[in-house]
């Protein structure tokens, strides 16, 4: 019925069927064709033919009236597509650890926003399973994440790769024992802990100092367990936290050493009551992804967010 409505409308302007079809390109037999079309499809006629100037019949004037709300709301989708594709509307929904929402995240999306002012974005901490469960439901548009998720549901794109570092307080005596080893502020900045030639610490050298941890379950916890168990040793936990930036700074306050991403530690104050350590073992490196579904349509701010991500990853 409105599939021809610029026929209907461009006569409605012109008052005249010839006019329209000088207009339109086409010939007045065709132009009239396919106005009797319509005219059959409503079942009334839309043009009063008996007067000159041409007239609009009741039916016509509704028929007007409808063809131009439709192409209004085809210019607003027009314009709304228009704005998403140069970025002047639109949103990203993000979720992420605490310690990526705290420390990684908020400074790319200044950058973003810096950018594409227009765009709104949206944050959301929680675990692997929450955010996993939210991604997959379509809640959530990408993950920050360094846990493996499906790769048959998601893809995904390689932000760095972190180092679980041992942070030790500065005042136990075994940092005497191991004093080689200790990571300078300068070997914490350039990160050359990642080199082969950085040598890594005895983990066994601390089996007898307390130990402050994750709650079990943390991919952290998990890491650290394996360490220590591959080390030789269980370690004396005498606290445990659900954020790894709290076990941090528990740690300074002289109460037991940590586990801790060199993510964490980087953008934490300089801290001299603290003594670092590189880590050996597969446990000690993990890499950071960003993931979302596989099937699922980005849009053009994801696209740019993620090429931002890409340019500011340390790995």
Partial sequence: MFTWKKYVYEIYKEKSFSKAA???YIS??????????IEQQIGAPIFDRSTTPLRMTEVGEAYISAAEKIFQIEQDMENYINDLNTLKSGSITIGASNLFAAYILPPIITKFKQCFPDINIRLTEGNT???EELLCNNTLDMVFDNNHYDNILYDKGLYNEEA?????????SVNEE??????TPQDLQNKTYFSPECPAVPLAAFSQIPFIMLTPGNDTRIRGDKLCREAGFQPDIVLEFNQQATAYMAATT????????????????S??????YKLEGEAARRKVYFYYKRHKFKTRAMEEFIRMMQENGEG
């Fill in 254 to 269: 002289q109460m037991g050493a940590t586990f801790s991403s060199d993510i964490l530690v980087s953008r934490q104050p």
């Fill in 22 to 24: 000088q207009n339109l």
């Fill in 178 to 183: 191991v004093k080689e080893y200790q990571l």
């Fill in 164 to 172: 679980i570092l041992l942070a030790v307080p500065g005042s136990f």
């Fill in 271 to 276: 801290f001299d009551n603290l003594v670092y």
């Fill in 28 to 37: 007045q037999p065709s132009l009239s064709a396919r106005i009797k079309k």
């Fill in 129 to 131: 399973t929450q955010l």
